[in-house]
């Protein structure tokens, strides 16, 4: 007999809240009942066909004795927002869920803190330990005894080699690659396509040039390579 799903109230009206939505929909224990926000920032009294009711006096509709939260937040000013609403919504009360991906591939001595977001396709060795309010896109190679602090957003396709520690309130951007037996201060911004190789101090930023624009157009370049071609 199929298990009747947990009740859950989505923080959030926009996209990360809609994707929320859809894999705690289709890929979890919980149903998502309704979504709340501030009140400020309701533009709609509905979001999914699910009612969107005020932050402040969600407890009036939805008590926490009955229902479980979940922030949908990315990583706006280092993940401060949503720390900000994740120690909110537990001040009222209410025990913040995660989402692991059934395709997530991980070992079953993984612990894993409140309000995380672990999307598809991660392999996640043994011996890790993820904090509260963490959030991993989908891809990302999480190394054996790995410890992610509290409040980190990881981008997707990341590689974090064995024995690294990272600090709270981190961003690690895509593709970016972390050697072993490091750490990696708090509040640090790791952008796309970084390889670090050493130990990093609180709020330190590292990324990399963007590829050069060639001096040519698509067109011009093309017809450079024709004649490379029949001239080779």
Known sequence: MECKKQEIII??????????????LHDSIYNPV??????????????HNLPVVPFDNVT????PDNYQMFIAIGYSKLNEIRTKKYSEAKSKGYHLVSYISSTC??????KI???????????IQPNVKIGNNVFLWSGNHIGHDVNIGDNCYIASQVVISGNVDIGENTFIGINAAIRDHISIGSRCIIGAGVVITHKTK?????????TKKYPLTSAQFERMMDISSKNS
């Open 34 to 47: 309704a979504f709340t926000v501030d009140n400020n920032y309701i533009t709609e009294s509905t979001f």
């Open 60 to 63: 009036d509709s939805y008590s």
């Open 105 to 110: 591939i991980a070992w079953n001595d993984l």
């Open 11 to 24: 923080f959030g009206n926009g996209k990360m809240a809609s994707l929320a939505y859809m894999y705690f």
């Open 202 to 210: 609180d709020e330190e930023v590292y990324v990399v040039e963007n």
């Open 113 to 123: 803190g409140e309000n995380c977001f672990i999307l598809e396709n991660q392999v």
